[in-house]
């Protein structure tokens, strides 16, 4: 990737000196594992932070591209960016962008361009941001990504630049920071990036605008309001047939670059817009007072085309070879998620012990609306190795009341005190979740509804066995409500716990590393129920355990090593096909 651009500090140009510390890779402070500002080390559960430095020294393209720094996290291509998201130790997670989950399926389309720092918190964490993620979003069984973006700051600053690459990238992206007075700074900053790919046809459009204002009167108030609007569009890519049902290879005469379409495919686009509040106040000398407030929406609109049945066999044909029947379906979907956060936190000592106590409120209201509809293509075969591709016949839409219409609500009471005492580092915390949710897709013959409670602990310990080493062990739970399956009862929250234990390294001869064992859990998964063909019950159990390794290496001022590594076993372990026991989660 080839990339340029100009840096104007104060509105003058300056000569820069660039000098590496030695923790250039390794940021200070994570403000996501607890929802307070911590270093990382003193968390007992595996945090890997990843800070914008990283991000710009790698010319990072996509989150896949940034997250190929942790362990145990799934490499996304980007052509599978509509149909895959990430999962880490085996398990799905969710994205959380400023503290709020974010609504939709696609992961990996987020733009880097106003990044400051990602945060994967790996394994579950007592619902640490709420349960808007039971619909819309992927759940935190495997972990969250927290994404934090830039805020506006004190201090003038100019970037505009320009990138181009492989596969016809033209990227175009800006950054400017304004100080308007002594109280007030405005930020802004986008870019547009277009591509294309190895598979003739597929193509990448992102366009991305963030807005940003922030007022501080004075040192004990603050107040940052964030806006953030994202445009995606490309084609669906459902890769390519595989010769039979053993093979791992494509069919024969099927090249790597064929694309499996229909002529006259529409191209499929997401949109995602968000407004973010955030107001920080020193009460007094004790107490600080943090609210949020955050609406957010996701609309995306995909048409994909595909071999029939896909990636199986049956009386209708096989969806193996170079020659297939080919099918197609669209799926339209808006989500919409409302969030209001309220905390209050406060420093207590207790003889020779630190607590740094918080309590707080959340409210999270999703409304989930899509359908799914098949496409009108001709059932004639057609062969793969030529140019020639059956029209795309674009499907009725269902009438609105057999729409897919779901709704969740979720309250949330948490406390949570993290205790220094000496060499050690102490966490517990217990968050209290009230859902209400209807899951309503009459077309499918889901019509659930359920109000569930159920309250997640957090504990854990670290020791500082030297200034550079510590050791922690930490246990996590998590829970959300079950949505898209036909339940035979209505269904219950599915949970999952974590048990971890860890070593750490930070700053010896310029080495920080985490080394980890865990064992994942999760209970009350959808499975088949046996006596009413059609429907789920919640019985299914699913483990993941192993150690994961991360490592960062500052050889020199020019020159770090980033290593990571994972060993794991993640099988199903209870499910009412007694031939599905023991097989690989994938």
């Known amino acids: 990737t080839l990339a340029c651009c100009s840096t104007l500090v104060q509105a003058q140009t300056q000569t820069i000196e660039i000098t590496a510390g030695k923790d250039r890779y390794t940021p200070a402070l994570t403000q996501a594992a607890t929802r307070s500002s911590v270093p990382a080390e003193q968390v007992p559960q595996s945090v890997v932070s990843i800070p914008r430095s990283i991000i710009e020294d790698q010319a990072s393209k996509t989150v896949s591209d940034v997250l190929r720094n942790v362990s145990n996290v799934n490499e996304i291509d980007p052509r599978d960016s509509n149909n895959v998201g990430f ?3 085996g398990f799905n997670a969710a994205m959380v962008v400023d503290g709020v989950s974010v609504p939709g399926w696609f992961q990996n389309q987020e733009s880097l361009v106003g990044v400051q720092q990602m945060d994967v918190i790996k394994g579950p964490a007592g619902g640490l941001y709420g349960s808007g993620q039971a619909i819309g979003n992927y759940s935190t069984v495997g972990g969250t990504i927290a994404v934090t973006t830039k805020d506006p700051e004190a201090k003038a600053y100019r970037e505009v630049g320009v990138k181009g690459g492989n596969y016809g990238r033209r990227n175009a992206h800006f950054d400017v920071n304004q100080p308007l007075n002594e109280a007030w700074a405005l930020r802004i900053n986008g870019e547009t990036d277009r591509s294309d790919s190895e598979t003739q046809g597929v193509f990448f459009r992102k366009t991305a605008l963030n807005p940003s204002l922030a007022w501080s ?11 953030r609007m994202l445009d995606n569009s490309t084609v669906d890519y459902s890769g390519l047939p595989r010769a039979n049902a053993n093979s791992y290879e494509p069919a024969a005469g099927v090249s790597r670059s064929t694309f499996v379409t229909a002529t006259g495919l529409p191209d499929t686009t997401q949109k995602s817009r968000g407004l973010n509040v955030q107001w920080t106040q020193v009460l007094n000398d004790d107490w600080t007072l943090k609210a949020l407030a955050a609406h957010s929406t996701a609309e995306v609109d995909q048409r994909g085309v595909f071999p029939f049945p896909y990636g199986s066999e049956s009386i209708y044909g096989s969806g193996f070879g170079s ?5 197609g379906a669209r799926l339209w979907e808006k989500l919409t998620t409302n969030t ?5 936190a406060t420093a207590v000592n207790t003889g020779q012990a630190l607590h740094r106590i918080s309590f707080g409120l959340d409210r999270d209201e999703t409304r989930d609306d899509g359908f799914m509809a098949f496409a009108n293509m001709p059932f004639v075969m057609t062969d793969l190795t030529t140019n020639v ?17 779901n709704r969740s609500t979720s309250t949330v009471a948490y406390v949570q005190d993290q205790i220094q ?28 509804q359920s109000t569930n409670n159920k309250v997640t602990p957090r504990v854990g310990a670290v020791f500082d066995a030297s200034d550079v080493v510590s050791v922690f062990a930490g246990y996590s739970e998590m829970s959300r409500v079950p949505f898209g399956s036909l339940f035979s009862t209505a269904p219950k929250m599915e949970e999952a716990e974590q048990k971890e234990l860890g070593i750490r390294i930070k700053g010896w001869n310029g080495l920080s590393a985490s080394a980890a064992l865990f064992d994942i859990q999760r209970k009350n998964a959808a499975v088949a129920d046996p006596l009413n063909p059609g429907f789920s019950v919640q019985t299914g159990v699913q483990q993941a355990k192993g150690l994961d390794l991360d490592l960062r290496w500052q050889v020199s001022p020019s020159l770090a090593w980033i290593a990571a590594y994972t060993n794991q076993t993640a099988e199903i372990s209870q499910d009412t096909n007694a031939a599905w026991v023991d097989k690989r989660l994938f």
């Open 87 to 89: 999962k880490i130790r």
């Open 217 to 227: 009167p004075d040192a004990k108030t603050k107040v940052v309001i964030k806006a």
């Open 323 to 327: 020659t297939v029947v080919l099918s």
């Open 340 to 344: 209001v956060q309220v905390s209050l």
């Open 389 to 405: 591709r059956p029209a795309w016949g674009e499907p009725a839409v269902p009438a609105k009341a057999n729409q897919q219409q």
């Open 421 to 448: 005492v000496g060499a050690w580092h102490l966490h517990g915390s217990l968050r209290h979740t009230r859902t209400e949710a209807k899951d309503q897709y009459l077309d499918w013959g889901i019509n659930n």
